[in-house]
């Protein structure tokens, strides 16, 4: 029957999400999910929210959500876009501003939604290889055709770029857009949100999944000039005018209004990621310098797809990408400290093993 499909379902590549296990004692640790429930205000919100008032269609513009996040970082309401998730306002942007025929560039090793996107809206792009240490070649982004897109830090290689490199890039594509994907910039460095009163060509895109503790909610949102925003929502009210739902907005604007929280929770995973990134170099592994809430590993003589295998025999999840350049490696989510203690205990313990096994086989 698939000769009743359209051109458009033909050519999709659908992405393919982490793994999720039926198992209550599942460790997860392979979808870069905050370890931490979200803030206490936010599930007051939620069921305030349960009401008579779900009968009614939410707000098509998602006004006080907008408005809270322009106050928090500083920005005008006209400024600021949100959507069902970052991976709806990404893909909202692939139509908004990038054109079929014009080809964009994005990082050969980085977020696997892109290709995605490119493929179903029929966006030509090239793949930048990465240079050998996974830094991105900034100048090989300069004078796009048709724009950039790349997140920052980098997922999953978890490395970040110092701003004066995205605005390099960003002068070096005026009439073009780019945008930078800030899904992981809040255990990083600064935000490029501070460039889009420079730059009418810049678009950061940010979630609420990661630092916030929603992702079980879908809210992301966009920043940049007014004239992009207006062709975000064009986009978007030709497709879903009610996109993000009354639970999602309230419980969004009360994490915003819970900074105490918010850096609490940030905080113990920034420390968890510096002790994890210690004990997985004592276990043999060499750990990318992460400035996100996963680390990215290889080990020095163990398989990586054998060692996610044998974790996840024992209900515990790692992410592993079967793909040129980064198969040795493994993408580990940041959880709590009592999660990842029993990560390094069954790591170790396979670690003996698979030593053990190639002794045998020497012999």
């Not at 990134?277 to 003589?301: C, I, M, Y």
């Amino acid at each position: 029957m698939v000769k009743l499909w359209s051109s458009m379902a033909k050519r999709a590549m659908p992405y393919i999400p982490g793994e999720q296990l039926n198992r209550a004692d599942t460790v997860k640790l392979n979808t870069n999910e905050n370890p931490y429930p979200p803030s206490p205000s936010v599930v007051e919100a939620i069921r305030g929210e349960t009401g008579d008032a779900l009968r009614l269609y939410p707000s098509p513009t998602a006004d006080r959500l907008r408005s809270t996040i322009a106050d928090y970082y500083g920005v005008k309401d006209d400024e600021v876009f949100v959507g069902n998730g970052s991976d709806e306002v990404i893909a909202f942007s692939f139509m908004a501003f990038f054109e079929p025929g014009r080809t964009i560039r994005i990082p050969d090793i980085t977020y696997s939604f892109y290709p995605v996107y490119a493929k179903l809206f029929n966006i030509p792009y090239e793949a930048v290889p990465l240079n050998e240490d996974f830094t991105l070649p900034i100048e090989s982004f300069y004078q796009s055709e048709g724009g950039v897109i790349f997140p920052n830090p980098n997922a999953p290689t978890s490395l970040y770029i110092d701003l004066k490199y995205i605005e390099h890039i960003v002068e070096e594509n005026r009439g073009r857009v780019v945008v930078i994907d800030e899904a992981y910039i809040d255990f990083a460095g600064a935000s490029a949100v501070g460039l889009i009163r420079k730059y009418n060509n810049l678009l950061v895109v940010q979630t609420m999944s990661k630092s916030r503790s929603l992702a079980g909610m879908r809210v992301g949102f966009a920043i940049g000039h007014p004239s992009l925003m207006e062709a975000l929502t064009r986009v978007k009210d030709s497709f879903n005018s009610y996109p993000i739902d009354r639970l999602a907005m309230v419980a969004a604007e009360a994490s915003f209004k819970d900074q105490v929280y918010f850096e609490k929770t940030r905080r113990a995973i920034l420390v968890t990621r510096e002790q994890a990134k210690k004990r997985l170099t004592e276990l043999g592994f060499d750990v990318l310098p992460s400035q996100t809430n996963f680390l990215f590993a290889t080990h020095l003589t163990a398989d990586a797809e054998e060692l996610s295998v044998r974790l996840k025999n024992d209900g515990i999840l790692v992410r592993h990408f079967n793909s040129p350049r980064i198969e040795r490696y493994l993408r580990i989510t940041v959880g709590t400290n009592d999660q990842m203690a029993i990560l390094y205990e069954r790591l170790q313990l396979h670690l003996k093993n698979i030593g053990d096994l190639s002794v045998q086989k020497l012999l």
